[in-house]
């Protein structure tokens, strides 16, 4: 079965003693994205992947780039990047703190505004959800995340927004057991949610074995390239 990696970045930087943790160096999140490109990785969005009705018809090597809160720095920074070398990008937005900052974890970091989303060129940004309140859904009723999904749709719908049917789990966290997760699941397909992504750290083979478990590669500030590269040849399982 074919490998297909999905990275998973938060906030960039110009600040390189910042870039530790969720945030990155935007001087090294380039040098990632130009080791993608001369090792002649194909980035995709997920809607992309209809397209292939085989594993056999899927190049060899093959990834997705996601970014979660859409801050404004991803924008300044790191679209430029994608532009500039000819790759895409899926960007997951908690609706409700758009134009705003990310108080969810008591932070001031600004995200980008409807102005600014609806800027990014759908060529190369893909843009998802990563539901409306970023709050963790193994800690709601299937009521509130209905409800969730609701306050989504009209944002999505008042807002004339072109958003995938994809949605970043906030922290990567959903029920992973029993009734909570059949209730779930059951609840992303009536949403018409098409892909679920959690972290978990491995590499996924394509295609998916569950679409609503799917896992991404949580690539760190301090991550040297070799530890990159690491990561996306065998996630989790190289440490």
């Excluded at 990275?7 to 001087?27: A, C, F, R, W």
């Excluded at 509130?144 to 990567?172: M, S, V």
Aim: with cysteine; proline share 4%; hydrophobic share 35%.
């Amino acid at each position: 079965m074919p490998k297909l990696p999905i990275l998973m970045y938060h906030s960039v930087t110009t600040q390189s003693n910042e870039s530790h943790g969720l945030t990155i160096d935007v001087k090294k999140l380039e040098e990632q994205l130009l080791f993608l490109k001369s090792e002649g990785y194909t980035t995709f969005h997920f809607k992309d992947l209809q397209q292939f009705k085989s594993a056999q018809e899927f190049p060899e090597k093959s990834v997705i780039i996601t970014f979660d809160d859409v801050y404004v720095n991803q924008l300044e920074l790191a679209y430029p990047l994608f532009v500039k070398h000819d790759l895409k990008a899926c960007f997951y937005i908690p609706f409700k703190y758009v134009g705003g900052v990310n108080t969810w974890d008591k932070g001031t970091e600004p995200i980008m505004s409807v102005a600014q989303l609806q800027s990014l060129s759908s060529d190369v940004i893909e843009l998802g959800l990563h539901s409306f309140a970023h709050q963790r859904y193994d800690q709601l009723s299937i009521e509130t995340i209905q409800n969730d999904f609701d306050l989504c749709k009209n944002f999505i719908i008042e807002n004339r927004l072109d958003i995938n049917n994809t949605i970043a789990y906030p922290y990567g966290k959903y029920p992973k057991t029993g009734e909570e997760q059949h209730a779930f699941f059951k609840c992303l397909k009536q949403n018409n949610i098409a892909y679920g992504l959690r972290i978990g750290n491995r590499v996924n083979t394509f295609p998916f074995k569950n679409h609503y478990e799917i896992q991404r590669l949580d690539i760190k500030g301090e991550d040297s390239l070799k530890v990159f590269k690491k990561k996306l040849k065998k996630g989790k399982s190289w440490f």
